[in-house]
Structures are given as C-alpha cells and as structure tokens.
C-alpha cells in the first residue's frame, strides 16, 4: 500500500504542548467508577475504594522496542497500552487505569499521534480502561512512550510470583511462539522491500502470527475466568521475554524447580509452519521468543478439574523441589536444564 504523499501534515510547533495534550485526549470518555477526576487539572484523582492498586510502567524506545518501518502508529497506540494491562493482569487483577506520556521529533505530525492515540483509545474501549492524564514532550530523535497501568483487586485475590510449591501444575493461556515469528516475517519482507520499493508482500498466510506481534491481547478474559471457575492461581507472570526466562522467574521467587514437558507446548499451526520455513526450531522460539502476552501460571493439582479441557488453558509441566532444578523433558524423554534466553535489550 502506497502511501499518499498529499496527506494534511500539521506541525506540533503550532499546538503547543498544552493545546496538544487537550487535543490528544478530548475523546477519552470516564466509565471506570474509581475514576473521580480524568485529565484536565494538576493529576487525576482515583478512589479504589477498599480494594489495592496495582501499578505497572513501562518505558517503549523506538529502534529498541519498535520499528515504525511496519508498525502503523494505531497498532503502537494498541499495543503500548495492552503490554501494561497484561502486567496487571498477570497480578490477577482488572486494570482500571492509564497514563500516557510521549516524547516525539518534529518529524512527526499532529496527524501521526492522532493515529497513535486512536490506538489508544481502541485498547480503553475494549478494555474498558480509563485514560486519566500523560504527557507530551519533544524528542531530539525518535520517539519514546512510557504507559503507566493500574488495577485493582482485593487483597486476597492478589497472585504474586511467589506462591508456588513443589507438584503444582503449570499452565499457560493460549498459545506461544506466534509473536516471535511474526516479527522475524516483517524484518524479511522489510528486507526485500529495502532491495525493491515496489515489491507488495503477500502477507496472508501469516495473518495470524503479524497480528500477534503487531495487535496482541492482554488476557483480561483468563482473570475473569479465574473468578467463574473459583481457580486462585499459586502463582502468575505474564509472558513478556519468552517461556524459559518466565518459568526462571517463578522458581526463582518461589524457591522451587520445574518439569517443562516439550510435547505440551501450545503451538498454532502457523507458528509451526513458519517456524520450518525459517529454519528455525519451534520449542526454541517458545522458550526464547517472548512478547506472547500470554499468562504463564500454577494452580494446586486439586484444582485441575475446574481448569480440565478448558480450551485457552494448557498445562505444560509441574513444580519440582528446588534441588532437582528446572528442566525441560523434551520429546525424546531427555531432561534439558532451562536457561534464561529471552529477549534483553541490553544486548548488541
């Protein structure tokens, strides 16, 4: 798709960071009823009333976290929003609340965070979050954007990563390793079309794995399907790095080992078929490939029933003592001590 040159182009200059701020966030009605005041004075004012609030923040960098060669700016806006809501999510609790701030170069129209910000206000609408304050600033290049969730949830309801025990069962939601391939399909076809500007790639038979990279979820659904099955989860993270540095961070905290069954990872049918075109091994992508979203928990094996045949549940292995360590059995019955390989940027 070509993209047409004569678009309206309005420079920030003109709005001033006050004007933008109005003018950005002039659409974001409040349904949340703990949202007493929104944008528009000094901070918002929330009032949880009873329950604890959850906070999670996240800081995306252009050329780090994203690339805007195929990320449209409304899929960003999405995306930048879900990636915080699954972190209160992974909490077990319902996220209520956002901030967003972003520093931007001129390069960038009003045009170009109006898209953004539509992004974000689809992710409020579905998620049924408020947008109650942020804020804008330049950049000298690029542009970086910081999302600040809250939630709440009863003080009992809370799942930390630390309340696991040895036998239980661990499971995840959905499945893995799409997000991951999804992206590996974008840098090819941004490759070629680096060669030939007039290549139009066919990106159907991936739909589904761009889509995970490109407009993930955050599992809000698993959270409210806890409450109806009456499941409390030991323990939760949300799958952000990829499934053996996740598996690493619950035994770390929990102080306990971990079988991981190979044969049991949920894979998509795409995720295996890209996987083989690339040349790539499809449990090495789930363990190392990350940004799935998913929620990666344990639950006490006398809750098995409830979860049982549950279609967006899997379980995948089971809680060990600390001694023996965390170890995948791969299908070959062979045990494989688990390493964190995920995702870091830190890395060259």
Not at 140 to 150: D, E, F, R, Y
Not at 235 to 250: P, Y
Not at 296 to 323: A, E, R
Request: proline fraction near 4%.
């Amino acid at each position: 798709m070509l993209e047409d040159k004569n678009q309206k182009r309005t420079s920030l200059e003109k709005m001033g960071e006050f004007g933008l701020i109005k003018h950005l966030t002039k659409d974001f009605p409040l349904t949340q009823p703990s949202t007493m005041k929104g944008v528009g004075d000094d901070a918002a004012v929330l009032d949880f009333a009873g329950k604890k609030t959850i906070v999670s923040t996240d800081l995306l960098v252009e050329g780090v976290h994203f690339d805007l060669s195929y990320m449209p700016l409304r899929h960003l806006g999405y995306k930048s929003v879900i990636v915080n809501l699954s972190d209160i999510c992974a909490m077990n609790a319902l996220p209520t609340q956002i901030t967003v701030s972003l520093a931007v170069s001129n390069r960038f129209s009003l045009e170009a965070l109006e898209e953004f910000y539509a992004g974000v206000a689809t992710a409020c609408k579905i998620y049924g979050v408020d947008m109650v304050g942020g804020d804008t600033t330049s950049s000298t290049k690029g542009m970086l954007i910081s999302v600040t969730a809250l939630g709440a949830a009863p003080e009992e309801h809370i799942v930390y990563r630390s309340g696991t025990k040895p036998n239980d069962l661990l499971v995840v939601s959905g499945d893995l390793g799409g997000a991951y391939l999804g992206l590996q399909v974008l840098e090819r076809e941004k490759e070629v079309f680096k060669v030939n500007p007039n290549s139009q790639p066919d990106l159907d038979p991936y739909s589904y794995i761009i889509e995970r990279q490109l407009k993930p979820e955050a599992r809000k659904d698993i959270i409210e399907l806890f409450e109806k099955l009456k499941v409390r989860p030991t323990s939760m993270i949300d799958i952000s790095d990829g499934l053996s540095s996740e598996i690493l961070h619950l035994c770390e905290q929990s102080g306990v080992g971990c079988n991981l069954f190979e044969d049991k990872l949920p894979l998509d049918p795409t995720v295996i078929s890209t996987a083989e075109e690339f040349k790539m091994d499809s449990t090495m992508i789930v363990l190392s490939g990350g940004e799935d979203y998913e929620l990666l928990f344990t639950i006490d094996q006398k809750d098995f029933d409830k979860i049982k045949g549950n279609p967006n549940l899997t379980v995948i292995g089971h809680m060990t003592d600390k001694k023996e360590g965390a170890h995948l059995i791969t299908r070959a019955n062979t045990k494989i001590p688990l390493k964190a390989q995920g995702w870091n940027s830190f890395h060259d």
